[in-house]
Nanobody, 124 residues
Framework: QVQLVESGGGLVQPGASLTLSCTAS????????MGWFRQTPGKEREFVAA????????DYADSVKGRFTISRDNTKNTVYLQMNSLSFEDTAVYFC?????????????????WGRGTQVTVSS
């Protein structure tokens, strides 16, 4: 079983940038697609971004396209989410997830291992 730990969240002002990291332990995730999701109180967890096993393909929610970038370093068993031009609507708990397959997928059901999340708050 893989353990995923997110880090890098925090409190930032609108327009700022933040980079989240997700480090896996317990097994190698280089053969898995990886995803980032986010959730706010009272709402369902929503897809943010995903990357396939060898970084050839990525997918983004429309709300973050052009502002967020997902990447991975398989030598470090780590996935990143670079977030630029943050807005109030980006405030959420961000979760990292390991996919069931190698391939990019925007749906929660395609991920079977989850971190505990890191809080991102955008406030002036």
């Amino acid at each position: 079983q893989v353990q995923l730990v997110e880090s890098g969240g925090g409190l930032v002002q609108p327009g700022a940038s933040l980079t989240l990291s997700c480090t896996a332990s317990g097994r190698d995730i280089s053969g898995n697609a990886m995803g980032w999701f986010r959730q706010t109180p009272g709402k369902e967890r929503e897809f943010v971004a995903a990357i396939d096993w060898n970084s050839r393909l990525t997918d983004y929610a429309d709300s973050v396209k052009g502002r967020f970038t997902i990447s991975r370093d398989n030598t470090k068993n780590t996935v990143y989410l670079q977030m630029n031009s943050l807005s109030f609507e980006d405030t959420a708990v961000y979760f990292c997830a390991a996919g069931r397959t190698k391939f990019v997928a925007p749906t929660i059901g395609m991920y079977n291992s989850w971190g505990r999340g890191t809080q991102v708050t955008v406030s002036s």
